[in-house]
């Protein structure tokens, strides 16, 4: 694939989390770094979506959400009209455990055809670790517009592509929304 624009959705108020999710320690480290490190062996193009001044310490660009309060559609909206590359890495902050070999599989899987490649298992589909094409930026809006906000309800009308992945790999894309998650998370890694 040609060149390829990371973003990081830092996302908005983490009501669970009560504070910046992306910001949170895992292993002494926040999540962001954790998924920057992830994506660091592939490219340095990585831009974050964010209001938040609380990242102003990492070296990226950061891009204040064009239409606020629109949830994870608001952010990938906002990364694909500021790319200058057809094909982008959409990725949530909250996934500490993501790995460079499994962000590489879904670069080396992906098709051009597709508008979407993300990865899935039987029982969870992964939309916040996808590959996202700029040409799909209209159909994004009109979903905006008319407050269609489900992540699923866009993939189903876009040309996709699903990579399968086993149920014990969603271990990889879990999300922590908590602190009982991420306590849980410690836990099952001692």
């Known amino acids: ?15 669970r989390m009560q504070s910046e999710k992306g910001l949170v320690l895992f292993q002494d480290k926040p999540f962001i770094e954790h998924i920057i490190q992830a994506i660091l ?12 001044k609380e990242y102003d310490y990492l070296p990226y660009q950061k891009i204040q959400d064009l239409v606020v309060d629109k949830g994870p ?9 500021h790319s200058e590359t057809e094909f982008n890495l959409i990725l949530s902050c909250d996934i500490p455990l993501i790995s460079t070999e499994l962000l590489q599989e879904l670069i080396s899987k992906h098709t051009q055809e597709a508008g979407i490649t993300v990865f899935a298992s039987e029982s969870k589909t992964h939309p916040l670790i996808g590959i996202y094409s700029k040409n799909i930026v209209p159909v994004i809006k009109e979903a905006i517009d008319s ?16 990579i399968n992945i ?22 099952n890694l001692t």
């Open 1 to 15: 694939m040609e060149t390829l624009t990371v973003f990081i959705l830092c996302g908005g108020k983490s009501t």
């Open 41 to 52: 062996p592939i490219t340095n193009q990585i831009k974050l979506i964010t209001g938040s």
């Open 73 to 81: 559609l608001g952010g990938i909206y906002t990364a694909l009209s």
């Open 147 to 162: 407050n269609e906000l489900k992540m699923m309800d866009l993939l189903a009308k876009l040309p996709h592509q699903i």
């Open 166 to 187: 086993e149920e014990s790999e969603n271990f990889h894309f879990t999300n922590i929304n908590s602190a009982d998650e991420l306590n849980d998370l410690n836990i």
